[in-house]
Nanobody
C-alpha cells in the first residue's frame, strides 16, 4: 500500500512563492509517475503538473513558467515549487501516484491509484 502525505500549503499574497512537498511510503518510488492536481470550491479536480517515471514533466498551460515539479527518488519525495502565485491558484492541492503510468495518461486523475489528503493553498489579492 502506498501512502502520500502533502505539506507546505498556506496563505500567501499574490506574487509570492510556496513549495509543496509530497512524501511517499510503500512501493517503488522510482517507478511512480507523480502528479499534482488541484480542486477549487465548486470546481472539478484539475491537472497541474506531472513527473513521469521516465523522466518527463508535463505542465498545465495555466502554470507553465511559474510552477516547477521535481522529485528526489532517494527521499521518496516530490516537490512543487510555485512562483508568482495568483488568486486563481487558490485550491486544495493533491499529490497522486501510480506505478509505471504511461506518459499519455499523466494528466488524467482517473489513472492514478494513490492520492494524498490534500493541502490548502490560498492566494490573496
Amino acid at each position: 500500500q502506498v501512502q502520500l502525505v502533502e505539506s507546505g500549503g498556506g496563505l500567501v499574497q499574490a506574487g509570492d512563492s510556496l513549495r509543496l512537498s509530497c512524501a511517499a511510503s510503500g512501493g517503488t518510488f522510482a517507478r511512480y509517475t507523480l502528479g499534482w492536481f488541484r480542486q477549487a470550491p465548486g470546481k472539478e479536480r484539475e491537472f497541474v503538473v506531472a513527473a513521469s517515471w521516465s523522466g518527463s514533466a508535463y505542465y498545465a498551460d495555466s502554470v507553465k513558467g511559474r510552477f516547477t515539479i521535481s522529485r528526489d527518488n532517494a527521499k521518496s519525495t516530490v516537490y512543487l515549487q510555485m512562483n508568482r502565485l495568483k488568486p486563481e491558484d487558490t485550491a486544495v492541492y493533491y499529490c497522486a501516484a501510480d506505478q509505471d503510468l504511461g506518459d499519455n495518461y499523466a494528466g488524467r486523475p482517473s489513472k492514478y491509484s494513490y492520492w494524498g489528503q490534500g493541502t490548502q493553498v490560498t492566494v490573496s489579492s
